[in-house]
C-alpha cells in the first residue's frame, strides 16, 4: 500500500509538471496551423489542459491537507527531485492561474473568432500561462528568473496584437523599459541571496536564513526585490503603459490585470522567509505603493472611460497589496492578490454590461447625517472585533484601521428614502466583511510560513501618513465634492498628477515609435521583440 501511494503522488507531480510543458507544445503547434480546424482544436486542446491543471491543483492541494491532518504522503520529498515546490502558495496560485486560464481561453476563442489577431493571440496567450505556472511551480530561482521573463516577452507580443495603433505601440515599448528595469532588478536579487546562502533552490535557501544571520546581501537583496515588484505591478512613476494598454483586446487586458500584473506581490509572498523582519526593501514598499494607492485611487474617480477607471483600479489595488506586504501583513496580501485577481477577471470580460449599467441614472445619496450615523458605529463596531481578536490583521492596528474603514465606507453610498429595515440589513452586511475576512485569513494562513511581521516604528509612521492621507483625501472626494479646493484638484487627478509623463517622455526619446510599427513575424518573435 505506501508504494502504491508513493507511485500515486509520483504521477500527480509528474501530471502537475507535464501541463506548463504541454501547454507550450501546443503553443507551438497553434503557431504553425494551417487551417481554421487545426486552429480549434488547439484551443480545444488549451482549454483541457487549463482544466487538467485545475483538477490536478486540487489534487495537490489535498495531499498537503492529509499532510497537514497527520497523514504523511511523502509529498515534498517526491516533489524535490522533480523541481516543484508544492506549499499551500503554490497550490492557491495554480487554482487561480488554472481557472483564470480556462475561463479566459472560453471567452477568447469566441470574443476572437473570425478576428485577425486570433492566431497571434492563441500561442502567446498559452505561452504566458505556462510560464505562470512554472514560475508557481519551481523549487529553484534560476527557473522562476526564466519564468518571469518568458511571461514579459509573451505578454509583449499580446500587448502588440494590432501592431497599426500607435497607442498600442508606446505602451508596449514604455512596458518593455520597465520590465527591462524589473528583470535586472530580479537578477540582482537572485545573485545576492545565491552569494549570501550558496544555493538557488528554495528548501534549502529557507533552511539556511533560518539558520544564520542575514548580513548586506539580504538587505540589498530586499531592495532590489522590491524595485522588481514595483516595476511588474506598474506603481509610480513606472505605471503609464498600464493606462495605455486599454488599446488591446478585453481578453489580453483580462489577462493582464488578473494574473500577469501580481506576479511582484507572489515573488515577494514566495521569497519573504529569507528576510528576519522588516528591511528597506519593505520600507520601500510602503512609501511607494502606499503613494500609488493614494494617487490611482483618486484618479480612478475622475474617470468616465470604464476601462481607464478598471486600470486604475488596478494600479490602486497592487499599490494596497504591496503596502500589505510592506507592513509584514503576508496572509492580507494573498487574501488581496487572490480575491482582485477573480474581481479583476470578471470586470473586464463583463465590462460591457458594465457600461450598461453605468449608463442607467443613479439614485441620490441620503442625507450625510443618516449615512454617518450608520457608518461610523459600524466601523467603531468593527474596530472593537479586531482588537478583541487582534490575529485576524496579524496584530497590526495599521491594518484594523484599514478593514474598520472599509467596513465604515460600505453604508456611504446608502442612497435616499433607504427603510429602517433595509438600513439595518445594510449594517449587518457590512459588519459581514469581518467574520468574511475571519474566514479568508483562516484558509489563507496555513499556505504561509508565518503569519505576520512584526511592525517597526519606521515601518508604522510610514504606514500611518500614507493611511492618513488616502482617508483624508477619498474623505473630502465623498463629503465635499462640490468644495471648490475639490474640484480644482479633480482636473489634476484625471491625469493621475501627471506623475507618468516624466518616464514617458524618456521613453519615446530613446525609443521613437516607428522602429516598432512592423513587429516581427510569430515564428522569428523571440529574437526581434523582447517585452
Given at each position: 500500500m505506501p508504494?502504491?501511494i508513493d507511485?500515486?503522488?509520483?504521477?500527480?507531480l509528474?501530471?502537475?509538471l507535464?501541463?506548463?510543458?504541454s501547454?507550450?507544445?501546443?503553443?507551438?503547434?497553434?503557431a504553425?496551423?494551417?487551417?481554421?480546424?487545426?486552429?480549434?482544436r488547439?484551443?480545444?486542446a488549451?482549454?483541457?489542459?487549463?482544466?487538467?491543471a485545475l483538477?490536478a491543483s486540487l489534487?495537490?492541494?489535498?495531499l498537503?491537507l492529509?499532510?497537514a491532518?497527520?497523514?504523511?504522503t511523502?509529498?515534498?520529498?517526491t516533489?524535490q527531485?522533480l523541481?516543484?515546490?508544492?506549499?499551500g502558495?503554490a497550490?492557491?496560485?495554480?487554482?487561480?492561474?488554472s481557472?483564470?486560464?480556462?475561463v479566459?481561453?472560453?471567452?477568447?476563442?469566441?470574443y476572437?473568432?473570425?478576428d485577425?489577431?486570433?492566431?497571434r493571440?492563441?500561442?502567446?496567450?498559452l505561452?504566458?500561462?505556462?510560464s505562470?505556472?512554472l514560475?508557481?511551480?519551481t523549487?529553484?530561482l534560476?527557473?522562476?528568473?526564466?519564468?518571469w521573463?518568458?511571461?514579459?516577452?509573451?505578454?509583449?507580443?499580446?500587448l502588440t496584437?494590432?501592431?497599426?495603433?500607435v497607442e498600442?505601440q508606446r505602451?508596449?515599448?514604455?512596458k518593455?523599459v520597465?520590465?527591462?528595469?524589473?528583470?535586472?532588478a530580479?537578477?540582482a536579487?537572485?545573485?545576492l541571496?545565491y552569494a549570501?546562502f550558496?544555493?538557488?533552490?528554495?528548501p534549502?535557501?529557507?533552511?539556511?536564513?533560518?539558520?544564520?544571520?542575514?548580513?548586506?546581501?539580504?538587505?540589498a537583496?530586499?531592495?532590489?526585490?522590491?524595485?522588481?515588484?514595483l516595476?511588474k505591478?506598474?506603481q509610480?512613476?513606472?505605471?503609464?503603459?498600464?493606462?495605455?494598454?486599454m488599446?488591446?483586446p478585453t481578453?489580453?487586458?483580462?489577462?493582464l490585470h488578473?494574473?500577469?500584473?501580481?506576479?511582484?506581490g507572489?515573488?515577494?509572498l514566495?521569497?519573504?522567509?529569507?528576510?528576519d523582519?522588516l528591511?528597506l526593501?519593505?520600507y520601500?514598499?510602503i512609501?511607494?505603493?502606499?503613494?500609488?494607492?493614494l494617487v490611482?485611487?483618486?484618479?480612478?474617480?475622475?474617470?468616465t472611460s470604464?476601462?481607464?477607471?478598471l486600470?486604475?483600479?488596478t494600479?490602486?489595488?497592487?499599490?494596497?497589496m504591496l503596502?500589505?506586504?510592506?507592513v509584514?501583513?503576508?496572509?492580507?496580501a494573498l487574501?488581496?492578490l487572490?480575491a482582485h485577481s477573480l474581481?479583476?477577471?470578471h470586470?473586464f470580460?463583463?465590462?460591457g454590461?458594465?457600461?450598461r449599467?453605468?449608463?442607467?441614472?443613479?439614485?441620490p445619496l441620503?442625507?450625510?447625517r443618516?449615512?454617518l450615523a450608520?457608518?461610523?458605529?459600524?466601523?467603531?463596531l468593527?474596530a472593537?472585533?479586531?482588537?478583541?481578536?487582534?490575529?485576524l490583521?496579524?496584530?497590526n492596528?495599521?491594518?484594523?484601521a484599514l478593514l474598520s474603514?472599509?467596513?465604515?465606507?460600505?453604508?456611504?453610498g446608502?442612497?435616499?428614502g433607504t427603510?429602517?429595515r433595509?438600513?439595518?440589513?445594510?449594517?449587518?452586511?457590512?459588519?459581514?466583511l469581518v467574520?468574511?475576512?475571519a474566514?479568508?485569513?483562516?484558509?489563507l494562513a496555513p499556505?504561509?510560513?508565518?503569519a505576520?511581521a512584526?511592525l517597526?516604528?519606521?515601518?508604522?509612521?510610514?504606514?500611518?501618513?500614507?493611511?492618513?492621507?488616502?482617508?483624508?483625501?477619498?474623505?473630502?472626494v465623498?463629503?465635499?465634492?462640490?468644495?471648490?479646493?475639490?474640484a480644482?484638484?479633480r482636473?489634476?487627478?484625471?491625469?493621475?498628477l501627471?506623475?507618468?509623463?516624466?518616464?514617458?517622455?524618456?521613453?519615446?526619446?530613446?525609443?521613437?515609435i516607428?522602429?516598432?510599427?512592423?513587429?516581427?513575424p510569430?515564428?522569428?518573435g523571440?529574437k526581434?521583440?523582447?517585452?
Amino acid at each position: 500500500m505506501p508504494q502504491f501511494i508513493d507511485f500515486a503522488v509520483l504521477a500527480l507531480l509528474a501530471l502537475w509538471l507535464l501541463i506548463p510543458v504541454s501547454l507550450l507544445v501546443v503553443a507551438g503547434a497553434s503557431a504553425r496551423a494551417g487551417s481554421s480546424k487545426s486552429l480549434g482544436r488547439a484551443w480545444k486542446a488549451g482549454r483541457l489542459l487549463t482544466l487538467s491543471a485545475l483538477v490536478a491543483s486540487l489534487a495537490v492541494g489535498a495531499l498537503l491537507l492529509m499532510d497537514a491532518w497527520g497523514l504523511p504522503t511523502g509529498l515534498p520529498e517526491t516533489a524535490q527531485p522533480l523541481g516543484l515546490y508544492p506549499d499551500g502558495l503554490a497550490v492557491w496560485m495554480a487554482l487561480l492561474i488554472s481557472l483564470l486560464g480556462t475561463v479566459l481561453l472560453r471567452f477568447a476563442e469566441g470574443y476572437l473568432k473570425g478576428d485577425r489577431g486570433e492566431r497571434r493571440f492563441l500561442p502567446w496567450c498559452l505561452v504566458v500561462l505556462a510560464s505562470v505556472m512554472l514560475l508557481v511551480f519551481t523549487h529553484h530561482l534560476v527557473v522562476m528568473l526564466i519564468a518571469w521573463v518568458g511571461v514579459s516577452v509573451a505578454l509583449h507580443h499580446l500587448l502588440t496584437l494590432y501592431p497599426e495603433r500607435v497607442e498600442a505601440q508606446r505602451a508596449a515599448w514604455q512596458k518593455f523599459v520597465v520590465s527591462r528595469i524589473g528583470d535586472i532588478a530580479l537578477i540582482a536579487a537572485v545573485a545576492l541571496l545565491y552569494a549570501r546562502f550558496g544555493t538557488f533552490e528554495l528548501p534549502q535557501l529557507f533552511a539556511a536564513a533560518a539558520a544564520g544571520s542575514g548580513g548586506w546581501q539580504v538587505e540589498a537583496a530586499s531592495v532590489a526585490l522590491a524595485v522588481a515588484a514595483l516595476c511588474k505591478c506598474a506603481q509610480v512613476p513606472m505605471h503609464g503603459w498600464l493606462i495605455k494598454v486599454m488599446e488591446a483586446p478585453t481578453p489580453v487586458s483580462a489577462l493582464l490585470h488578473a494574473g500577469v500584473i501580481n506576479l511582484g506581490g507572489f515573488v515577494w509572498l514566495r521569497l519573504f522567509p529569507v528576510f528576519d523582519g522588516l528591511t528597506l526593501g519593505h520600507y520601500l514598499l510602503i512609501a511607494v505603493g502606499g503613494f500609488t494607492a493614494l494617487v490611482a485611487v483618486m484618479t480612478m474617480l475622475t474617470q468616465t472611460s470604464v476601462k481607464h477607471a478598471l486600470a486604475w483600479s488596478t494600479c490602486a489595488q497592487m499599490g494596497f497589496m504591496l503596502f500589505e506586504i510592506g507592513v509584514g501583513a503576508y496572509t492580507l496580501a494573498l487574501a488581496h492578490l487572490l480575491a482582485h485577481s477573480l474581481y479583476k477577471a470578471h470586470s473586464f470580460l463583463a465590462s460591457g454590461r458594465t457600461v450598461r449599467a453605468a449608463r442607467c441614472e443613479r439614485l441620490p445619496l441620503a442625507p450625510m447625517r443618516q449615512r454617518l450615523a450608520l457608518a461610523l458605529p459600524a466601523a467603531a463596531l468593527a474596530a472593537a472585533v479586531l482588537a478583541v481578536f487582534p490575529t485576524l490583521v496579524s496584530h497590526n492596528p495599521l491594518l484594523g484601521a484599514l478593514l474598520s474603514l472599509a467596513v465604515g465606507s460600505t453604508l456611504l453610498g446608502m442612497p435616499v428614502g433607504t427603510a429602517k429595515r433595509k438600513r439595518l440589513a445594510l449594517f449587518v452586511m457590512a459588519l459581514g466583511l469581518v467574520p468574511l475576512y475571519a474566514l479568508l485569513h483562516s484558509m489563507l494562513a496555513p499556505a504561509l510560513p508565518s503569519a505576520y511581521a512584526p511592525l517597526t516604528l519606521t515601518a508604522g509612521l510610514l504606514g500611518t501618513l500614507m493611511l492618513a492621507s488616502l482617508v483624508l483625501a477619498a474623505g473630502a472626494v465623498t463629503l465635499f465634492p462640490q468644495a471648490a479646493c475639490v474640484a480644482r484638484w479633480r482636473v489634476h487627478f484625471s491625469q493621475g498628477l501627471y506623475l507618468a509623463l516624466p518616464f514617458q517622455r524618456a521613453v519615446d526619446a530613446i525609443a521613437p515609435i516607428h522602429d516598432w510599427s512592423r513587429p516581427a513575424p510569430l515564428a522569428h518573435g523571440l529574437k526581434g521583440e523582447w517585452s
